[in-house]
């Protein structure tokens, strides 16, 4: 069953402030800062696009969200946002400048790697993997404990693998375009940035 967090994209907004509490707008500023003005942008298990709505929109940024869930593409459109519906197992990447997938590589272990060349093959100029090295679900607040265990469900799997930072860093390491790692304030999220 798709987790509640993932029924509408208020309930999942309210359970991510929830989660990542005073660092929630620094996983988004983070991100922000990596692109510049006028870029265009395709973001990848997009969610409710607060990346766009809070952050892109106002640097005129071209920009294309891309998730399975009907609700969060519903909502999308609705915010005029251009939105697509897409399975990345399956579906081809647009191509843009800069291609962005944050809180959302996990879900694809262990086929991580040939996810991560996909999502390179569609930037034209970076990738930005933005991704968790905290496991929420063993937090020791047990409400976040209990919250993370049961959200993980877009519906169609239940993904129960998480990177933490010593296994992500050695993904990033593969890749011959990595150009640069940041921890973003909290240290709950880890960014790579891939230059083509
Ligand atoms: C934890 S949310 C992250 C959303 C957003 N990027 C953020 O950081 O707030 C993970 C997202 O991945 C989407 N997702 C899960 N499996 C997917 C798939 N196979 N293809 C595309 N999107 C998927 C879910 O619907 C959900 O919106």
Same mark, same amino acid.
């Given at each position: =069953?798709?987790?509640?967090?993932?029924?509408? +994209?208020?309930?999942?907004?309210?359970? =991510?402030?929830?989660?990542?509490?005073?660092?929630?707008?620094?996983?988004?500023?983070?991100?922000?800062?990596?692109?510049?003005?006028?870029?265009?942008?395709? *973001? &990848?298990?997009?969610?409710?696009?607060?990346?766009?709505?809070?952050?892109?929109?106002?640097?005129?940024?071209?920009?294309?969200?891309?998730?399975?869930? +009907?609700? $969060?593409?519903?909502?999308?459109?609705?915010?005029?946002?251009?939105?697509?519906?897409?399975?990345? $197992?399956? *579906?081809?990447?647009?191509?843009?400048?800069?291609? &962005?997938?944050?809180?959302?590589?996990?879900?694809?272990?262990?086929?991580?790697?040939?996810?991560?060349?996909?999502? =390179?093959?569609?930037?034209?100029?970076?990738?930005?993997?933005?991704?968790? &090295?905290?496991?929420?679900?063993?937090?020791?607040?047990?409400?976040?404990?209990? &919250?993370?265990?049961?959200?993980?469900?877009?519906?169609?799997?239940?993904?129960?693998?998480?990177?933490?930072?010593?296994?992500?860093?050695?993904? $990033?390491?593969?890749?011959?375009?990595?150009? *640069?790692?940041?921890?973003?304030?909290?240290?709950?999220? =880890?960014?790579?940035?891939?230059?083509?």
């Amino acid at each position: =069953m798709k987790s509640p967090v993932y029924w509408h +994209p208020l309930i999942y907004s309210f359970i =991510m402030k929830l989660l990542y509490g005073k660092y929630f707008e620094a996983r988004y500023q983070a991100i922000a800062d990596l692109i510049p003005k006028n870029a265009t942008v395709v *973001d &990848v298990c997009a969610g409710d696009a607060y990346l766009y709505r809070h952050y892109l929109k106002a640097k005129d940024i071209t920009y294309t969200g891309l998730d399975i869930n +009907p609700v $969060f593409v519903r909502a999308g459109k609705r915010n005029n946002i251009s939105f697509i519906q897409h399975d990345l $197992f399956r *579906d081809n990447i647009p191509s843009a400048e800069y291609v &962005v997938i944050q809180a959302s590589l996990y879900q694809f272990m262990p086929q991580e790697i040939s996810v991560i060349n996909k999502l =390179m093959d569609a930037a034209q100029h970076a990738l930005i993997i933005a991704e968790p &090295v905290r496991n929420l679900s063993e937090s020791g607040n047990s409400f976040i404990k209990l &919250v993370a265990k049961y959200s993980a469900n877009p519906g169609k799997n239940h993904p129960t693998n998480r990177f933490n930072q010593e296994t992500l860093s050695a993904c $990033f390491r593969k890749f011959k375009e990595l150009k *640069d790692v940041k921890t973003i304030d909290g240290g709950r999220e =880890m960014i790579g940035i891939f230059h083509k």
